[in-house]
């Protein structure tokens, strides 16, 4: 019993804020990133060079935000940073459902990236911090994949035509919700 205690992680609350800051809202608009380009290209009639411009800028935007913060990360509350760049995320999604102007919607997105690469960063500050690292880091990755697995298996042939009706209605969904709130 002994043995398999020395191999769990010290908290499982850091495992999971970890993965959920990290991959949560750090990277899951990379694991979609595909099927994204599809529904901007035809909910927002963009063309190719355009939905490859606007989402290739939000990646910018988080990779600086991410880079930018990181020496900061042991000086500032790293739950203040994920839930701040959560909040810039969410907040940037909504913000840009309304949008069809390519220039504005390109500022929006690179606000949305940056949240999303605060949080990316305060979940790796998060692994960083443990007592053990790599044991933390090998849990994120073991449930990364199982999220992966369950996804892929659940939704196997169907993955790009769910996904890709999933943002087109998220999209479209936004825009209705932000019309009736605001207008």
């Given at each position: 019993m002994e043995a398999i205690r020395k191999h769990?992680?010290?908290?499982?609350?850091?495992?999971?804020?970890?993965?959920?800051?990290?991959?949560?809202?750090?990277?899951?608009?990379?694991?979609?990133?595909?099927?994204?380009?599809?529904?901007?290209?035809?909910?927002?009639?963009?063309?190719?060079?355009?939905?490859g411009y606007l989402l290739s800028a939000e990646f910018m935007c988080m990779m600086l935000a991410s880079l930018l913060i990181a020496p900061l990360m042991g000086k500032v509350p790293r739950k203040t940073v994920a839930i701040a760049g959560a909040c810039i995320a969410i907040l940037g999604n909504i913000l840009s459902a309304n949008i069809v102007d390519l220039t504005l919607l390109t500022i929006v997105r690179c606000l949305v990236g940056v949240g999303c690469g605060l949080a990316f960063a305060a979940g790796n500050a998060t692994v960083s911090s443990a007592k053990d690292p790599d044991n933390v880091a090998g849990y994120m990755n073991l449930f990364f994949v199982a999220m992966m697995t369950v996804v892929m298996l659940r939704l196997r042939r169907r993955w790009p035509k769910v996904v890709y009706l999933v943002f087109i209605m998220r999209w479209r969904l936004l825009r209705r919700l932000w019309l009736y709130l605001f207008f």
């Open positions: 769990l992680p010290e908290s499982w609350s850091l495992v999971l804020s970890a993965f959920a800051a990290a991959y949560g809202v750090g990277l899951l608009a990379l694991l979609a990133l595909p099927y994204m380009i599809s529904a901007v290209i035809t909910d927002l009639e963009l063309n190719e060079a355009q939905a």
